[in-house]
T-cell receptor, first 111, second 115 residues
Framework: SQELEQSPQSLIVQEGKNLTINCTSS?????LYWYKQKYGEGLIFLMM?????EEKSHEKITAKLDEKKQQSSLHITASQPSHAGIYLC???????????FGGGTRLMVKP | GAGVSQSPSNKVTEKGKDVELRCDPI?????LYWYRQSLGQGLEFLIY????????KSGLPSDRFSAERTGGSVSTLTIQRTQQEDSAVYLC?????????????FGAGTRLSVL
């Protein structure tokens, strides 16, 4: 969707390195959702952000939403092969309706 | 299993045939969504059901696509006269009614191949 841009489209990192994935919206978000997808599987919910400036962490993954609620970043610390997959950000513009997804970031972690 | 269940997991069909894809949402979830994931288009919204309200069909790409949700639970997505461009992974998601936290839980999808 042109409303929601993700970067980079793909990323290859060495195990143990940190990385950041960005998600930028052309308009203010009501909520921003991060999902992870492995080949042949559905999307696994990671985190939801709703408040400007909000930051959430789970294990080695941290997601932030900027104050204007138009940009989010997903940061992985000390990446592991288990982090490999496609990361998708989904924007909720209408409070509880469908999500608009970014194009995804394909992450590969080299052991 | 307590997750969203979709069937079949894979479907191969010939151009022009009709197909039905099924989604069993998480028990108690009132909202159900269908999305399509294809190489060129990413993940696109198709249709949304919320309780007894009229469904939001704004994402359906053509009148060959339809969906229904019986008894507020199981949903079926039907594609009539399939075309090769319909080949994609069709994902279903469900969500509890809490609008403030619209966490959608996804099934594994149905991979549709139209020959």
């Amino acid at each position: 969707s042109q409303e929601l841009e993700q970067s980079p489209q793909s990323l290859i990192v060495q195990e143990g390195k940190n990385l950041t994935i960005n998600c930028t919206s052309s308009k203010t978000l009501y909520g921003l959702y991060w999902y992870k997808q492995k080949y042949g599987e559905g999307l696994i919910f990671l985190m939801m952000l709703q408040k400007g400036g909000e930051e959430k962490s789970h294990e080695k993954i941290t997601a932030k939403l900027d104050e204007k609620k138009q940009q989010s970043s997903l940061h992985i610390t000390a990446s592991q092969p288990s982090h490999a997959g496609i990361y998708l950000c989904g924007a909720d513009y209408h409070a509880g309706n469908m999500l608009t997804f970014g194009g995804g970031t394909r992450l590969m972690v080299k052991p | 299993g307590a997750g969203v269940s979709q069937s079949p997991s894979n479907k191969v069909t010939e151009k022009g045939k009709d197909v039905e894809l099924r989604c069993d949402p998480i028990s108690g979830h009132t909202a159900l969504y269908w999305y399509r994931q294809s190489l060129g288009q990413g993940l696109e919204f198709l249709i949304y059901f919320q309780g007894n309200s009229a469904p939001d069909k704004s994402g359906l790409p053509s009148d060959r696509f339809s969906a229904e949700r019986t008894g507020g639970s199981v949903s079926t997505l039907t594609i009539q006269r399939t075309q090769q461009e319909d080949s994609a992974v069709y994902l279903c998601a469900s969500s509890p009614i809490a609008l403030a936290k619209n966490i959608q839980y996804f099934g594994a999808g149905t991979r549709l191949s139209v020959l």
